[in-house]
């Protein structure tokens, strides 16, 4: 006679049955890949090959010395240096803006909110589109008007100097309206009684109750915003494809563009995998530099 399975083994053995198939999706579909990605950019593998050849750090080593994949490296720090603080700091100062103007004119504060948040809704290619038509060397709005109050016409997307920063601009554009929206709730739920205590204690400037209560406050909403922002910095993509393509002369080359020019179009597997294990550091390292620099201010409630 089999002896009677005790409590804490049924506790485990239902945990298993509720929580097991989720564990073998997502080792199916992250962490295999995932594994099967990093061998893979230890290899020569092209797709298509029958064979495969261990080559080391070789794919590493030609990602950063060719100068075609430092351009890429160096374009998205340039990329994500750029438009992560400006997107976090113009939408925290939009969010302000609108929370306080929510007291006394909520519908010009609905409004508003909606025409921040449309980019984000909108199709990135669509808008991409738009953009290149308003920055057109020759016949876009920005351009015309640069001539028409006596100022240079920048090429914005031919000038190699110029052009990741034209990209960043728009980066910054289409990410405002998502952070305004976290931002905004994380408005919404600080106690007002602190506002109070603030100025009975001698706090009654707008600017220093933002930096004695708002902004500490804030914390957990700044550290989320700032790691979801920077790595959607470093995989961007869609705007590159669209407008530049990555030219002129790789100057508006990504490692996210690279990798899918090298995996997708030359079918460079091995050394696209390379670009992504490599990416993938990236995205860890800032992510744990943001923590380690924000989490000191982080205030839970």
Same mark, same amino acid.
């Given at each position: 006679?089999?002896?009677?399975?005790?409590?804490?083994?049924?506790?485990?053995?239902?945990?298993?049955?509720?929580?097991?198939?989720?564990?073998?999706?997502?080792?199916?579909?992250?962490?295999?890949?995932?594994?099967?990605?990093?061998? !893979?950019?230890?290899?020569?593998?092209?797709?298509?090959?029958?064979?495969?050849?261990?080559?080391?750090?070789?794919?590493?080593?030609?990602?950063?010395?060719?100068?075609?994949?430092?351009?890429?490296?160096?374009?998205?720090?340039?990329?994500?240096?750029?438009?992560?603080?400006?997107?976090? !700091?113009?939408?925290?100062?939009?969010?302000?803006?609108?929370?306080?103007?929510?007291?006394?004119?909520?519908?010009?504060?609905?409004? !508003?909110?909606?025409?921040?948040?449309?980019?984000?809704?909108?199709?990135?290619?669509?808008?991409?589109?738009?953009?290149?038509?308003?920055?057109?060397?020759?016949?876009?709005?920005?351009?015309?008007?640069?001539?028409?109050?006596?100022?240079?016409?920048?090429?914005?997307?031919?000038?190699?100097?110029?052009?990741?920063?034209?990209?960043?601009?728009?980066?910054?554009?289409?990410?405002?309206?998502?952070?305004?929206?976290?931002?905004?709730?994380?408005?919404?739920?600080?106690?007002?009684?602190?506002?109070?205590?603030?100025?009975?204690?001698?706090?009654?400037?707008?600017?220093?109750?933002?930096?004695?209560?708002?902004?500490?406050?804030?914390?957990?909403?700044?550290?989320?915003?700032?790691?979801?922002?920077?790595?959607?910095?470093?995989?961007?993509?869609?705007?590159?494809?669209?407008?530049?393509?990555?030219?002129?002369?790789?100057?508006?080359?990504?490692?996210?563009?690279?990798?899918?020019?090298?995996?997708?179009?030359?079918?460079?597997?091995?050394?696209?995998?390379?670009?992504?294990?490599?990416?993938?550091?990236?995205?860890?390292?800032?992510?744990?530099?943001?923590?380690?620099?924000?989490?000191?201010?982080?205030?839970?409630?």
């Amino acid at each position: 006679m089999m002896a009677p399975i005790s409590r804490a083994w049924r506790e485990g053995l239902t945990d298993l049955y509720l929580v097991g198939p989720t564990v073998l999706v997502l080792a199916a579909l992250v962490f295999v890949p995932v594994l099967i990605v990093f061998v !893979l950019s230890f290899t020569d593998y092209q797709l298509g090959d029958r064979s495969v050849t261990f080559v080391g750090f070789d794919q590493y080593v030609a990602l950063f010395t060719d100068p075609i994949g430092r351009r890429a490296i160096t374009n998205t720090l340039i990329y994500v240096a750029v438009m992560v603080p400006s997107s976090i !700091l113009l939408a925290l100062l939009v969010a302000t803006r609108l929370h306080g103007m929510a007291q006394w004119s909520p519908g010009l504060s609905r409004f !508003l909110r909606a025409a921040y948040f449309l980019p984000v809704a909108a199709t990135l290619v669509a808008m991409a589109l738009a953009w290149q038509m308003m920055l057109h060397p020759s016949i876009g709005i920005v351009n015309m008007t640069l001539v028409r109050l006596g100022l240079p016409a920048p090429a914005w997307f031919s000038d190699r100097g110029l052009v990741i920063y034209t990209l960043a601009l728009i980066g910054i554009w289409q990410t405002i309206g998502y952070n305004m929206v976290l931002f905004l709730a994380g408005l919404a739920v600080i106690p007002r009684h602190l506002y109070d205590a603030a100025e009975v204690d001698g706090v009654s400037s707008a600017w220093s109750r933002f930096w004695t209560v708002t902004w500490p406050m804030l914390g957990p909403t700044t550290l989320f915003v700032a790691v979801i922002t920077a790595t959607a910095g470093f995989r961007v993509f869609e705007t590159v494809a669209a407008l530049t393509g990555g030219g002129p002369a790789f100057a508006s080359d990504t490692l996210v563009y690279a990798l899918y020019r090298e995996g997708f179009v030359y079918f460079k597997v091995g050394y696209a995998s390379a670009i992504t294990v490599v990416f993938f550091v990236f995205v860890a390292l800032l992510t744990f530099i943001q923590y380690g620099l924000l989490q000191k201010r982080v205030h839970y409630r």
